[in-house]
């Protein structure tokens, strides 16, 4: 002190205030006989104040002007006043909006710190921090910003000072402090003894006072990835006197493991209880220093003759003799804080937290060339307009949670937040460390699916293929509300499945369409009932197969109409029964043939006509009956042939009559008639696969000759009355000959 600086300044006089947490600060006032020194040679000059000690080393007190003026004069000087700060104090000077992941706090200030030129600190911290998985500087200062995190951890610092250099310390417990050189102890003396100490350093006052606290801390957080855990945590420090177990509950303790829970509940019950035992004391030594630990010595109260960290420092030193009135020398009075250093300090949390007042947006973000990028927890990552740094990447954020309308236990509603889109984010309690997305909104980026305002009335859920869907490439369920038009839309981009564990009703007020563009199968486990008031038209255009394991009915009210294009075949595994109420009309263009495995029976009410545009064929595997209740008439402009190897029986109950042009109408091949009678009854005649018997046989002017090849002349008619006749296995036969009947 004393020496004039190179812009001319005289020290005259200091007020230099230290402490714990505190930036340094020195008020200045200097002299000069130069009336106009310029303000901008001097802010942000890096200035220090030297010291002089009783043993002749040197105490210096360095810091940055961040404030110079002039004042008024003192004699003939002028007089010029400056704040000085250690350089901690150029972080108020600067505010910014950034993120810091997984990182701890020690490692945060260090980059904070790092960005500032004029930064000089040191790490005696001897704890062990974890990271913080998402911290963030919000509109705030950088070091307001700083001193919070320090706060909330338990770390405080305080400055060293060695010619221009102002080196912050960061500590958190005892090990980081020591004595100042040759200050180890002070003793006290009392104001009586003062006059024999004029020329020793010393502690002249000295009180203490203790005050109640609260002795107990409890707190608690929740972590959503262990919502059944309980993260209560409680630290507790014992005092001897009344009513030293007040509890301080609090939530969120900013914890999500119950180990640091403790360890926080402790640092907090710390700080609370950090002015329990406080001592304040004022002396004329220059080596107090904030910081520092002192032991008091030769107080009259023992129990307070012991180490002490020194907490707060104001020293005031004046350099007199700068005018001819002035006594000279120099005076130096110090007034400091203490604690026992048995106790340990921990900074109280006086740095707010920043708020964010309300909700905010961000775009959603991740690594590049995806365009959903979340967590097990459907988490996803955002970009905020207010970081600079961020690189809209995975990077630009911690996760953040995703508020849905309906979250249940694997049951609730979900919609990932993509890539892009712009989604609404707030803080929990306004903590910008807590953020969590609580909606969507739409921009010139991302606009809405239905062009507005013509389609206000429409509503809905329209979404996008991914990856690489485009704007073809979606699942819809759209609801239109335009009065006259009301519709539900519902589109699938590709697969659309539909399960209903118990009933479905589907009504449908006027017309249905449905089509399929490729196979439909329907599997029905019961019963199935359908019922159409109208027509119902089916058109396949390939082949159609309809199997029905059980029975099959088939009631139509009125005409039925069925047209095969092609071949039918209908194959039934036992009986069939085919009843029609009316006619009965089968047209056949081609052939038409008729299996039965077994016996047959065709019945006919009425008269019963087969009309064949060529020949018919019958034939039975086993003898062939006819039985007519009128008769039987044979008609044909052609011969009939009977052929029957085995013989011919006719019986008439009473004549044969017959009728020809010819000369013979009855020939006999071979064997076969014996007998001649004019009039015969009881005639058999037997033909293999035919039989023929007649009640009354008459025959005229026959003439048969055994073993003669005609039976000739008979009458021009052939009358049979009541034959019955039987067709069986093929061929006629009248007795093994052959019988040729010519009309």
């Known amino acids: 002190m004393g020496e004039e600086t190179e812009a001319g300044l005289l020290f005259y006089r200091m007020h230099a205030v230290e402490g714990l947490s505190q930036v340094s600060r020195f008020e200045l006032e200097c002299l000069s006989t130069t009336s106009d020194i310029n303000p901008d040679d001097i802010l942000a000059q890096n200035v220090h104040v030297k010291m002089t000690m009783p043993d002749e080393s040197k105490r210096f007190f360095a810091g940055y002007v961040t404030r110079f003026a002039q004042a008024g004069k003192l004699g003939k000087y002028h007089v010029y006043r400056a704040t000085v700060h250690a350089w901690m104090w150029f972080l108020t000077r600067t505010a910014d909006c950034r993120i810091f992941q997984e990182m701890t706090v020690p490692d945060i200030v260090k980059q904070v710190f790092g960005d500032h030129a004029t930064a000089d600190f040191e790490d005696r911290l001897s704890?062990?921090?974890?990271?913080?998985?998402?911290?963030?500087?919000?509109?705030?200062?950088?070091?307001n910003f700083v001193c919070r995190l320090l706060e909330e951890e338990g770390i405080y610092f305080y400055f060293e000072h060695d010619g221009n250099q102002n080196k912050l310390v960061l500590a958190d417990s005892l090990s980081a402090h020591s004595t100042f050189p040759a200050y180890a102890d002070l003793p006290f003396v009392a104001p009586s003894n003062i006059g024999r100490y004029h020329d020793k350093e010393y502690i002249a006052s000295w009180s203490f006072e203790r005050e109640v606290r609260p002795g107990k801390w409890t707190h608690t957080d929740y972590d959503f990835k262990k919502p059944g855990v309980k993260l209560e945590a409680t630290s507790l420090i014992q005092r001897n006197h009344q009513h030293a177990d007040y509890e301080v509950f609090d939530y969120p303790g900013e914890y999500l493991e119950k180990s640091d829970g403790e360890t926080y509940a402790k640092t907090r019950v710390e700080e609370a209880q950090?002015?329990?035992?406080?001592?304040?004391?004022?002396?004329?030594?220059?080596?107090?220093?904030a910081g520092c630990l002192l032991t008091l010595t030769d107080h009259p109260r023992g129990d307070q003759n012991v180490e002490y960290l020194i907490t707060r420092t104001e020293l005031h030193g004046q350099m007199n003799?700068?005018?001819?009135?002035?006594?000279?020398?120099?005076?130096?009075?110090?007034?400091f804080s203490a604690m026992s250093s048995s106790y340990v300090f921990r900074p109280e949390r006086r740095t707010p937290r920043p708020i964010v007042k309300g909700p905010q947006t961000a775009v959603v973000v991740g690594p590049s060339g995806d365009e959903i990028y979340t967590?097990?927890?459907?988490?996803?990552?955002?970009?905020?307009?207010?970081?600079?740094?961020?690189?809209?990447?995975?990077?630009?954020s911690c996760?953040?949670?995703?508020?849905?309308?309906?979250?249940?236990?694997?049951?609730?509603?979900?919609?990932?937040?993509?890539?892009?889109?712009?989604?609404?984010?707030?803080?929990?309690?306004g903590d910008p460390d807590k953020p969590i997305i609580t909606g969507r909104v739409y921009n010139a980026n991302q606009m809405p699916p239905y062009d507005l305002p013509a389609n206000a009335t429409q509503t809905g859920i329209k979404t996008r293929s991914s990856k690489g869907g485009g704007t073809a490439n979606f699942n819809e369920i759209r609801f239109e509300d335009k009065k006259g038009s009301e519709q539900v839309y519902v589109h699938a981009e590709r697969n659309m499945d539909t399960m209903i564990e118990a009933n479905e009703t589907l009504t449908v007020g006027n017309d249905r369409t449905k089509k399929v563009g490729n196979d439909e199968k329907t599997e029905i486990g019961a019963n199935r009932t359908e019922q159409v008031g109208g027509n119902e038209d089916i058109t396949i255009s390939g082949n159609r197969t309809e199997n029905v394991g059980g029975k099959e009915s088939i009631t139509i009210g009125a005409t039925r109409t069925e047209t095969v294009g092609a071949s039918e075949t209908v194959s039934i595994?036992?009986?069939r029964t085919h009843t029609v109420g009316a006619s009965d009309s089968l047209t056949v263009s081609a052939s038409k043939s008729i299996m039965v495995g077994a016996a047959m029976t065709t019945t006919v009410g009425a008269a019963y006509s087969v009309t064949a545009g060529a020949a018919i064929s019958l034939t039975s595997g086993g003898p062939t009956s006819i039985t007519a209740a009128g008769g039987i008439n044979l008609t044909t402009p052609a011969m009939i042939n009977v052929t029957a190897p085995a013989g011919v029986n006719l019986l008439a109950g009473t004549s044969i009559n017959g009728l020809t042009s010819n000369d013979s109408w009855f020939k006999a091949i071979a064997y076969g008639v014996t007998g001649v009678v004019t009039e015969m009854k009881g005639v058999v005649m037997e033909v293999v696969g035919v039989k023929t018997e007649a009640v009354t046989t008459k025959a005229e002017n026959v003439a048969f000759e055994n073993k003669i090849a005609a039976l000739e002349k008979v009458a021009a008619g052939l009358q049979m009355i009541n034959p019955v006749t039987k067709i069986t296995q093929g061929a006629l036969a009248l007795r093994q000959a052959a019988m040729q009947i010519f009309s």
Not at 127 to 143: A, K, N, W
Not at 329 to 335: A, L, N, P
Not at 375 to 396: H, T
């Open 375 to 396: 967590d097990e927890y459907g988490r996803v990552k955002v970009q905020f307009f207010w970081d600079r740094y961020g690189a809209n990447d995975e990077n630009s």
């Open 399 to 429: 996760w953040m949670r995703v508020s849905h309308p309906w979250a249940g236990k694997n049951w609730g509603m979900i919609a990932i937040p993509r890539i892009g889109q712009e989604v609404i984010v707030e803080c929990l309690e």
């Open 321 to 335: 003799g700068y005018e001819s009135d002035d006594a000279g020398g120099s005076s130096i009075e110090c007034r």
């Open 573 to 575: 595994g036992a009986s």
């Open 127 to 143: 704890g062990s921090y974890q990271p913080r998985e998402y911290c963030v500087q919000y509109r705030e200062t950088d070091f």
């Open 274 to 289: 950090g002015r329990f035992d406080m001592a304040e004391g004022g002396s004329n030594a220059r080596g107090i220093a």
